[in-house]
């Protein structure tokens, strides 16, 4: 199982001494909460994208290249990537070059972003949000998985002959997480590709984050990427934790109270009652977040966020050290041992490259090379022919495995079962 | 004559003090509704929702657009509901402030087809036609059915003004009022013939889905949430 920490990087006030972080402090220490993630142990750091105050977290892809050059094992994702509003060519550029620099420790989470008026900022249209997250997905796997693409859609130029470049690294793309609080349309986006699934829970009760997990997990087999139980899923979660779980409670407390998040609200009782917030000792915090597979079932990513209402660098320095070295350890020795031997981890670059090559050795194909298979002459697109001949083989070969798995699955026998009763119909 | 179930009949009352006239009303128009349903050989199960003492949870699902346990099963007893009576304080010419703020964190199409008996009290009979004025536009907008009699409450009703007998008398209002529910109830639960179902506005995504989005009254069904999707084959053009 993964854990790590995420951060949306907003700039809030301390509301126990005023203070205001200036934006070069706070991206700064963003990047020291990412090293020290690594040095005590955690293996994923994710980071927002937002377009607006008080976050300073535009750019993902420059601050996670500058994470990558500074860390060595960490996985470097987003929380999330703005499917809606981005050009799905920049997404896919921009990752598969953060790929190349990281040593394939990318990957990322989608979302659709909080706020509306990010929109208009990028020229597009919120009551389009599904739908662009929908084309827009689905253009960006073609533009990772096909080396030429010529493509037609509704909400950006149409592409011909369009090579996106760098090509991914090993011919794998980064995995793909789907991040979606409420909306099922995500959840099923998330199946039918066979993608994980993300439920960034911090402000919801369990029951409604059961309820999503579990129509993902029936979408997923029913797609024929597996059984329920094998389906991707991460969570999202906040504690303040101190070695004694009152000075836990009378440290954030009024950090709960004042944050714009939180403040003015429920008590501070009632939302850790109902939320996954967690505010006490390291064993209370485990103790809350062992519970989270007995809602959910056994799952492959924990993310917490660490620095959030308005708390000072240092403190939530403190809390990535405890949540490495007190809480982490325990949650994975426990939740590694209960996960049943066929309910798989997230997949890494590692293990997709590896399940590629052994899909390719089944089909008695050579290796997968990368080996430059374009022209280099001025503005050339598309692949040379004594290159590409491989690589278009073997993108053909894919196709036909997702069409074998497609047709066997539940969605297949439905879709052949409805042609034949139509083509039924046109005979009468 | 026996019932399959049990008749729901949930009561919202949103007084403020106690004891409190509002729910002095809201007492009496469940018990005519009730008396009236049990004449009739039906069985009744009646549910209280004071929305006095669910303040804290209405403010704090209003801001973190969830509802605690306690205001959800609330909820969930309006979901099931065959019929509802809502009695509120007039305050400044409507609905009590937290009267609106507990409809607001009810969940939409909710009402939808339900008989809705409405109820108001107030220092004077001058403040009368808040139910009118306030009251019924706003279950209109809910699409709830509701019966043509309501019932005001001032101070002097429970006074005794009038006479039980009088036409205009708190009795006998409150018992025309809680027939015309108790009528509209077994409509609504297919006991009688002619119950009319709102129509809903089917979006794209509903259609496409085996099961049905909503149940046969047209009301928000458990199910909605996780039917509002288009499988994505049919979305890609698969």
Redesign the interface.
């Known amino acids: 199982m993964q854990f790590g920490i995420f951060s949306v990087a907003d700039i809030t006030p301390d509301p126990t001494t005023g203070a205001v972080p200036t934006e070069r402090e706070r991206i700064r220490g963003v990047v020291e909460k990412a090293k020290l993630a690594e040095e005590v142990g955690l293996d994923v750091f994710a980071v927002g994208e937002h377009h607006n105050p008080p976050f300073v977290t535009s750019s993902p892809t420059t601050t996670l290249g500058f994470v990558a050059a500074k860390t060595e094992r960490l996985l470097l994702s987003t929380a999330t990537t703005l499917i809606t509003t981005n050009d799905p060519v920049k997404i896919a550029e921009d990752y598969a070059m953060l790929q190349h620099l990281a040593d394939g420790r990318v990957d990322l989470v989608m979302g659709r972003g909080n706020t509306g008026p990010v929109y208009p900022w990028f020229g597009q249209d919120i009551r389009q949000g599904i739908e662009l997250a929908?084309e827009n997905y689905?253009l960006l796997r073609r533009l990772w998985t096909e080396d030429v693409v010529d493509w037609e859609g509704e909400f950006r130029t149409p592409l011909q002959r369009f090579t996106s470049t760098p090509r991914p690294l090993d011919g794998v793309p980064p995995f793909v997480w789907h991040g979606s609080i409420?909306?099922?349309?995500i959840?099923?986006?998330a199946?039918?590709?066979g993608d994980g699934f993300f439920h960034n829970n911090i402000?919801?009760?369990i029951r409604?984050t059961k309820?999503m997990v579990e129509?993902y997990r029936q979408r997923f087999e029913h797609?024929g990427h597996g059984t329920a139980d094998q389906a991707i899923v991460g969570l999202g979660g906040q504690f303040f934790a101190r070695e004694r779980s009152q000075d836990a409670v009378r440290e954030f407390r009024p950090y709960f109270d004042n944050a714009p998040v939180y403040g003015?609200?429920?008590s501070m009782e009632?939302?850790t009652r109902?939320t996954p917030l967690t505010v006490g000792s390291p064993d209370q915090v485990i103790e809350r977040y062992l519970a989270m597979r007995d809602h959910v079932g056994d799952y492959q990513r924990q993310l917490f966020l660490v620095d959030h209402a308005g708390l000072p660098h240092k403190t939530a320095m403190e809390q990535i050290e405890i949540l490495g070295t007190k809480i982490v350890p325990v949650l994975r020795r426990e939740l590694d041992a209960l996960r049943p031997a066929h309910v798989p981890d997230a997949p890494t670059h590692a293990s997709l490259v590896a399940a590629r090559d052994a899909a390719l050795a089944a089909e008695g194909e050579q290796p997968y090379s990368d080996a430059y298979r374009f022209g280099t002459g001025d503005n050339w697109t598309g692949l040379t022919a004594e290159g590409g001949e491989q690589a278009r083989r073997q993108a053909a070969l894919r196709e036909l495995r997702e069409q074998r798995r497609l047709a066997g699955s539940a969605?297949g026998r439905e879709?052949a079962a409805r042609e034949a009763a139509e083509k039924g119909n046109g005979h009468e | 004559m026996s019932d399959v179930r049990p008749l729901g009949l949930v009561v919202i009352s949103s007084g403020l003090s106690v004891p409190s006239t509002t729910r002095m009303l809201a007492d009496r128009l469940a018990a005519s509704a009730r008396d009236v349903l049990e004449r009739d050989g039906h069985t009744v199960r009646t549910s209280f929702i004071e929305v006095k003492d669910l303040g804290h949870d209405i403010?704090?699902a209003t801001?973190?657009?969830?509802a605690?346990?306690r205001l959800q099963s609330a909820i969930d007893a309006l979901k099931a509901a065959d019929g509802v009576i809502a009695v509120t304080p007039t305050f400044n010419l409507s609905y009590a402030g937290v009267f609106k703020s507990f409809i607001d964190v009810v969940d939409p199409g909710t009402f939808t087809g339900v008989p809705v008996l409405l109820g108001a009290t107030g220092g004077t009979a001058r403040h009368s036609l808040a139910i009118d004025y306030a009251l019924r536009p706003l279950f209109g907008y809910l699409k709830a059915d509701t019966v043509p009699t309501s019932v005001f409450a001032a101070a002097e009703d429970f006074g005794a003004a009038t006479t039980a007998k009088a036409e205009d008398s708190l009795q006998e209002r409150t018992l025309r009022a809680g027939t015309e529910l108790a009528q509209y109830m077994l409509r609504f639960a297919g006991i009688t013939g002619g119950a009319v179902a709102p129509t809903r506005a089917r979006t794209g995504?509903a259609a496409a889905s085996a099961e049905p989005a909503v149940d046969q009254r047209g009301r928000a069904g458990a199910l909605e949430?996780?039917?509002?999707?288009?499988?994505?084959?049919t979305?890609?053009g698969r």
């Open positions: 929908v689905h409420r909306s099922p349309q959840a099923e986006q199946a039918y590709y402000f919801w009760p409604h309820q129509f797609y003015h609200g429920p009632d939302f109902e969605a879709t | 403010v704090d801001l973190t657009r969830f605690g346990e995504p949430e996780f039917a509002d999707f288009v499988p994505m084959g979305l890609l």
